[in-house]
């Protein structure tokens, strides 16, 4: 089931630049995705969401863009922080089901490096 | 800040036994749900959970698993005779009421090791 893919294991960038984490879907039934963060010993955190119906919803310093047409989206972090540093999956639901199943991607590690 | 917290956070077994899984969701929350992430592998979703029945689980979540809400505020998940894949970091999470498939909150998890 690689319903989700993230196909970056990891990501390395220097302080203050951006980071750029990016997801591929298949299914076009996904009406709403989400990014997580999580760090070891730690749960998933939620950071940032999209709805299908647009293509762009920022918040703070993270901004999530999505191209339903490529099934493409993508977590950008302007300024990164080594606070950053942590493990980012890509996750997608259909509203419509009404059961909150959350199908998640495989993550990719980012290391902020100071 | 609420949280959800889990217990225990690490569980040694030896296979063949019985576990049970504890989680306390956020106090408001009415969706509840169980995950699963196996050592280099992604979250997997098992079974989710509002007014007391299951709205959906997977594949995953077969005749050895079940899910209660013993009272007002816990959720358990229990595993009634463990197998060796079945060690894996297990997650509780919870959503608000009208939030259903929108953030859910997860707890820290609990490490699951079948022996």
């Known amino acids: 089931d690689q319903q989700v893919k993230q196909n970056s294991p990891s990501l390395s960038v220097q302080e203050g630049r951006i980071s750029i984490l990016n997801c591929d879907y298949t299914n076009s039934m996904f009406d709403y995705f989400l990014w997580y963060k999580k760090y070891p010993a730690e749960g998933p955190t939620f950071l940032i969401s999209i709805s299908s119906i647009k293509d762009k919803n920022e918040d703070g310093r993270f901004t999530v863009f999505l191209n339903k047409s490529a099934k493409h989206l993508s977590l950008h972090i302007v300024p990164s922080q080594p606070g950053d540093s942590a493990v980012y999956f890509c996750?997608?639901?259909?509203?419509?089901?009404?059961?909150?199943?959350?199908?998640f991607g495989q993550g990719t590690t980012l290391q902020v490096k100071p | 800040e609420p949280e959800v917290t889990q217990t225990p956070s690490h569980q040694v077994t030896q296979m063949g036994q019985e576990v049970i899984l504890r989680c306390v969701p956020i106090s408001n929350h009415l969706y509840f749900y169980w995950y699963r992430q196996i050592l280099g592998q992604k979250v997997e979703f098992l079974v989710s959970f509002y007014n007391n029945e299951i709205s959906e689980k997977s594949e995953i979540f077969d005749d050895q698993f079940s899910v209660e809400r013993p009272d007002g505020s816990n959720f358990t998940l229990k595993i009634r005779s463990t197998k060796l894949e079945d060690s894996a970091m297990y997650f509780c999470?919870?959503?608000?009421?009208?939030?259903?498939?929108?953030?859910?909150?997860f707890g820290p998890g609990t490490r699951l090791t079948v022996t």
């Open positions: 996750a997608a639901t259909y509203l419509s089901s009404n059961t909150g199943k959350l199908i």
């Open positions: 999470a919870s959503s608000e009421w009208g939030r259903v498939g929108y953030e859910q909150y």
